[in-house]
């Protein structure tokens, strides 16, 4: 068995990797890059693979950085089968479809205002080409294995999103898993991730390599922000990613709403996709810890504002309110709308909820920028930019090592980090190889490894 490391190294976009075993091949994830430029232009390069060749695509959970490459091989002539949960479908639906509108609209704002470099901008694919690429996907629910050709493969609960999955493999008497994205413990929507088997090889992320989540009541400082911005008459806008935050973010409201801790104020949520995603956190209620009432709750106080001209009403609200929108690295979607006219005010508060990719505006942003470049102009950055660490859906280093820990991995496992920055990748590398009895690696890319 091969593994093809051609995302996700050094990086934590552009999840994937290919597995070989004699004649067949399966593709683990398949993930967009995003942030630095250099990184986005390998979205437009030629498959490191022969499409043909590839027999199956085996995705541990929805989010793009993992799925969205999917309907850009779609487009290029992949027409084999995606196996994952059926929660993983449901979101995947509103995903894709969603980032190709996202992308045809983006290309057509560049077109219109002659912004950039290409006369005729276009997308990486559409949102057309998206919807036909879901009728590949087929349900694989945890603990049910599937035959590929020589490789028998399932998925075990991560805990992260709905429907987010480790992936196990076995070939040839061997066992390797991907640990895709891996939950927190103590996470406030979402269950733990389940401990894993014994394997040969593991692929272990490592967003959280080099940083502990912060030991601090995450509900006050959210509290906290919205007294100040409330205070201050302004707005708050708060970047978010459609899936798993977005719901968090709304519950927490909602609850310290009805618990006097914030004022009761409008609550938007701006983004199609992430008004979707909570109606399928409905359709799934044994996979995460929100009852059905606190769901109701959510969508009883949060007012959804679901077409263009419903995001463009907003800006005749003159009184403090609540903008949630995607995306949550602010690398594009309505979010981009919002900050461009209200970046430039001082009384506007910017709240980032989730770990910032190099590259992106929200690390430009948190990192105390004077100005911003959106939809190619430069915006003037006069906001309170603040950042709420403790709601990553992501394991920590620590976390990670209990889990680990507590798993049936044996001594001498070997292990290679993926998914992390550099520095994080590294720092996580010493840290295990100090604390764990497993021989750990940090993957390399196009590196390939043979069991």
């Known amino acids: 068995m091969n593994i093809i490391f051609l995302g996700a190294t050094q990086t934590v976009t552009g999840s994937k990797f290919l597995v070989e075993h004699n004649d067949t091949r399966l593709l683990v994830d398949c993930g967009l890059y995003q942030g630095y430029k250099w990184l986005r232009e390998r979205n437009w390069q030629a498959p490191a693979f022969d499409i043909k060749s590839i027999d199956g695509i085996l995705l541990t959970h929805a989010h793009l950085d993992h ?4 309907p850009r091989l779609y487009k290029l002539g992949y ?27 983006d290309a057509r ?6 912004l950039g470099k290409h006369a005729h901008p276009q997308p990486l694919y559409d949102g057309e080409t998206a919807e036909h690429s879901l009728e590949l996907f087929q349900p694989l629910a945890f603990g049910e ?15 992260h999103i709905l429907g987010a ?13 991907f640990s895709g994205d891996v939950g927190r413990p103590d996470d406030i929507v979402m269950y733990p991730p389940d401990p ?33 911005a409330v205070a201050k008459g302004g707005v708050l806008v708060i970047p978010s990613f459609a ?9 927490m409201l909602v609850s310290a709403m009805a618990a006097g801790e914030i004022p009761r104020l409008p609550v938007f949520l701006d983004s199609p996709m992430a008004i979707d995603a909570s109606y399928i956190y409905r359709h799934h209620p044994k996979l995460h810890r929100l009852t059905e009432a606190q769901c109701q709750e959510m969508g009883r106080l949060v007012t959804y504002t679901r077409d263009v001209e419903e995001s463009k009403a907003l800006e005749q609200v003159t009184y403090p309110h609540i903008i949630i929108a995607g995306s949550g690295m602010a690398t594009g979607g309505r979010v981009l709308h919002h900050l461009k006219r209200l970046l430039p005010n001082h009384r506007t508060t910017v709240l980032f909820v989730g770990f910032q990719a190099g590259g ?25 930019v603040e950042m709420l660490d403790g709601l990553s859906a992501h394991a920590d280093y620590e976390d990670l090592t209990k889990w680990l820990l507590d798993s049936q991995l044996e001594k001498g496992t070997r292990i290679q980090l993926v998914h992390g920055e550099p520095d994080a990748a590294d720092c996580m590398r010493l840290h295990l190889n100090d604390h764990t009895p497993f021989k750990v690696k940090v993957a390399q890319y196009r590196q390939i490894l043979r069991l």
């Open 67 to 70: 799925s969205g490459y999917i």
């Open 79 to 105: 027409r084999g089968p995606v196996f994952c949960h059926p929660a993983t479908i449901d979101l995947c639906s509103i995903l894709l479809p969603d980032a190709g509108h996202i992308q045809e609209e």
């Open 109 to 114: 704002f560049y077109a219109r205002h002659r």
């Open 145 to 159: 294995e599937f035959q590929l050709g020589g490789l028998r493969f399932h998925l075990q609960g991560a805990g």
């Open 165 to 177: 999955g480790s992936a196990i493999i076995q070939a040839d008497g061997k066992q390797v898993g």
């Open 196 to 228: 894993l088997p014994p394997l040969d090889l593991l692929m272990l992320e490592s967003t959280y390599g080099d940083r502990l989540h912060p030991d601090l009541d995450v509900r006050s400082e959210l509290n906290r922000v919205v007294n100040e």
């Open 243 to 251: 899936v798993g935050r977005s719901q968090m973010i709304q519950h």
């Open 360 to 384: 992106t505006r929200g690390a430009r942003m948190l990192a105390g920028a004077g100005s911003v470049k959106i939809h190619g102009e430069y915006i003037p950055c006069r906001a309170q």
